[in-house]
């Protein structure tokens, strides 16, 4: 019988891995690696299926373990594998000994075994922005600031992303920037989840000016403000 934190951690990766059903802009690739699918095989195992096939009649799926010694599985570092070692290379992948198909003719490999850990895994920021974006457009389910600010789009700027925002009340446009790694380089995995509601008080109370100011000559808005410090918050003094 599965455990609340199994039941937790697939449905994270299930919504986590779903954006990526959707193509790149373009022509729809036949030749490249494509989702093919996200499956439960039982209460404590998760596969995610990749196929290059363009009729999807096949392909590869990578077993992940969904909780160990009482810890989830780290669902960023998981798809973040998919997405690199085992989409990078599906010819490569292929030649991991299995025995194993399922009936939907997908070869079925351990992640473990494959050689998945969360510290050969490069990391990567775009989900994590994702999600911080789907919070902004859907609020978690049906947008609840919108009486106070819309989300207005986006623009990526490197290691930086300014996001745009339109105050309800006024019209007025606004630009915060928020950073995509840390100092160090090493990519954001997650955002903060509690941005859009911070900015739902920082907006009405004027709150927002206090942040600093990096940009006044943007195309999309009047300012942009600096939000890093609530994304990476400041190391606490010695």
């Known amino acids: 019988m599965a455990t609340d934190l199994e039941d937790a951690t697939f449905s994270y990766l299930l919504r986590s891995m779903i954006p990526l059903v959707v193509a790149p802009p373009g022509p729809i690739s036949s030749r490249g690696p494509r989702l093919r699918g996200i ?4 209460d404590e195992r998760a596969r ?59 070869v079925v490999v351990e992640a473990s075994a494959a050689g998945f850990t ?16 789907s919070l902004l457009v859907h609020g978690g389910g049906f947008p609840w600031f919108e009486d106070v600010y819309t989300f207005a789009g986006f623009m990526l700027r490197g290691e930086r992303c300014r996001i ?44 927002l000016a206090t942040n600093p100011v990096i940009d006044d000559r943007d195309d999309y808005c009047g300012q942009v403000f600096d939000l890093t410090s609530r994304i990476i918050p400041a190391a606490p003094s010695a």
């Open 39 to 42: 499956v439960r095989p039982n």
């Open 48 to 106: 995610v299926a990749l196929s290059d096939d363009p009729w999807m009649a096949s392909g590869l799926a990578v077993e992940f373990a969904l909780a160990s010694d009482s810890e989830p599985l780290d669902v960023e570092a998981a798809i973040d594998y998919v997405r690199t070692a085992v989409a990078a290379d599906m010819n490569r992948s292929r030649e991991w000994q299995s025995n194993v198909r399922d009936s939907h003719r997908n």
């Open 118 to 133: 969360t510290e050969a895994t490069a990391p990567s920021y775009d989900h994590g922005l994702f999600g911080l974006f």
């Open 164 to 207: 745009y925002i339109r105050v309800t009340d006024n019209g007025t446009v606004y630009g915060i920037e928020i950073p995509l790694t840390h100092a160090d380089g090493r990519p954001l995995r997650r955002f903060a989840g509690s941005l859009p509601q911070e900015l739902a008080s920082l907006v009405p109370d004027g709150d």
